[in-house]
């Protein structure tokens, strides 16, 4: 079945860069587009990036524009999320969910960026 | 930007009676392909979002049919029939037709 399990999460300073992997099993990851959300402590979710299946075109919410940058490995069947120049505004739980449909999530990662 | 504006944002419901939240866009969420991507996530306390609607009125594979969807253009409704103890957590809607935004999310309690 199909199954994504998010890693990298961790305590960074502001400025700082962190990587984090999303897992995908079940299917292949080349086939379908994939996203990261965040979900700040307590509040709701927000749309950060999305990779097109085939590799073509990425799209970055405005606050993480020039920041952040979404990638894959295929032969990891792996979703990246580099995330560079942290502020503590990006302290949250990230979740990778596949295509535009968002039928399949992960269980999420913790980023905290606090000095 | 697409705002998705949510209604209530608390919902408080005795167990087994009906429930109903109000999702409104800033425009219309027609797509240019006719489609409508209009859709409604379930989050239960310390777990991942739950897609239960997809396209406005699509339940999810293994979501109880007590959960449907309805609206169209800029105005959307999920309703809960019979409220039960697992229905609690946070609702959101989320619209895909202009990029992607989410409601603020509705909290359902049981009262």
């Known amino acids: 079945q199909v199954q994504l399990v998010e890693s990298g999460g961790g305590v960074v300073q502001p400025g700082g860069s962190l990587r984090l992997s999303c897992a995908a099993s079940?299917?292949?990851?080349?086939?379908?587009?994939m996203n990261w959300v965040r979900q700040a402590p307590g509040k709701g979710l927000e749309w950060v990036t999305y990779?097109?299946?085939?590799?073509?075109?990425?799209h970055y919410t405005d606050s993480v524009k020039g920041r952040f940058t979404i990638s894959r490995d295929n032969s990891q069947n792996t979703l990246y999320l580099q995330m560079n120049s942290l502020r503590p505004e990006d302290t949250a739980v990230y979740y990778c969910?596949?295509?535009?449909?968002?039928?399949?999530w992960g269980q999420g990662t913790l980023v905290t960026v606090s000095s | 930007d697409v705002v998705m504006t949510q209604s209530p944002l608390s919902l408080p419901v005795t167990l087994g009676q009906p429930a109903s939240i109000s999702c409104r866009s800033s425009q219309s969420l027609v797509h240019s392909d006719g489609n409508t991507y209009l859709n409604w996530f379930q989050q239960r306390p310390g777990q991942s979002p739950r897609r239960l609607i997809y396209k406005v009125s699509n339940r999810d594979s293994g979501v109880p049919d007590r959960f449907s969807g309805s609206g169209s253009g800029t105005d959307f409704t999920l309703k809960i029939s019979r409220v039960e103890a697992e229905d609690v957590g946070v609702y959101y809607c989320m619209q895909g037709t202009y990029w992607l935004t989410f409601g603020q999310g509705t909290r359902l309690e049981i009262k």
């Open positions: 079940g299917f292949t990851l080349s086939n379908h587009g």
């Open positions: 990779l097109r299946s085939d590799g073509s075109d990425q």
């Open positions: 969910a596949r295509d535009w449909g968002f039928a399949f």
